[in-house]
């Protein structure tokens, strides 16, 4: 079964909008990060939350993490069309190891 | 920014032909590792290393061998390819003791 895993396969809004996306986790972690994949390149990472944290942010990026109920959020405001990517959570444990979810397309209309 | 650079980044082997995947990174970093990601799916890890002459095996290993000859590179090695093996791999590196993984721009394989 899945560790981490996104809970929409797909969003879309149009730009100006805000968004969110979440997650959820089935074991015990360290942290918590989200990455982002534009079309034909490499995941690159947008916010590293650690588990003793409840809110981080970044930009225009906000992530929250829950651990009692083992989920996260990335929310995105003021959404440009270059944010269309694949966003994916993925769960670090104590061996340093990542596990990513399925990602969510999200797609932002002109 | 990490460099991280993978070569080829298109291939087409045949099924029982044996593939090498190599992957470079110019900044120092002790920790490379190898994923592959499926269509519609999130990236499930291979190998990894935790530096030069080291490698463990990742969440799916079967079928995959790594070597990691020096800090800078990292190479996935398809012994005898399957046409299931047909997908993207991505190569990472990180430092030790931090949680960022950088990410190469991938290579697509196709096993016919």
Redo the contacts between chains.
């Keep these: 079964s899945q560790l981490?895993e996104e809970n929409s396969w797909a969003l879309s809004v149009h730009e100006g909008e805000s968004v969110t996306v979440n997650c959820s986790y089935k074991t015990s972690i360290t942290?918590l990060?989200w990455y982002r994949q534009k079309s034909?390149?490499?995941?690159?990472?947008l916010i590293?939350i650690r588990s003793n944290e409840r809110e981080k942010r970044n930009g225009r990026l906000r992530a929250t993490l829950d651990t009692s109920s083992q989920s996260s959020s990335l929310s995105i405001t003021a959404t440009r069309c270059e944010d269309t990517a694949v966003y994916?959570c993925?769960t670090?444990t104590n061996t340093?190891?990542?596990?990513?979810?399925?990602?969510t397309v999200l797609t932002v209309k002109p | 920014e990490a460099a991280v650079t993978q070569s080829p980044r298109n291939k087409v082997a045949v099924t029982g032909g044996k593939v090498t995947l190599s992957c470079n990174q110019t900044n120092n970093h002790n920790n490379m590792y190898w994923y592959r990601q499926d269509t519609g799916h999130g990236l499930r890890l291979i190998h990894y290393s935790y530096g030069a002459g080291s490698t463990e095996k990742g969440d799916i290993p079967d079928g995959y061998k790594a070597s990691r000859p020096s800090q800078e590179n990292f190479s996935l090695i398809l012994e005898l390819a399957t046409p299931s093996q047909t997908s993207v791999y991505f190569c990472a590196s990180g430092d030790r003791g931090q949680d960022t993984q950088y990410f190469g721009p991938g290579t697509r394989l196709l096993v016919l």
């Design positions: 981490a942290a990060q034909g390149k490499g995941p690159a990472q590293l994916f993925a670090e340093g190891k990542l596990t990513f979810g399925d990602g």
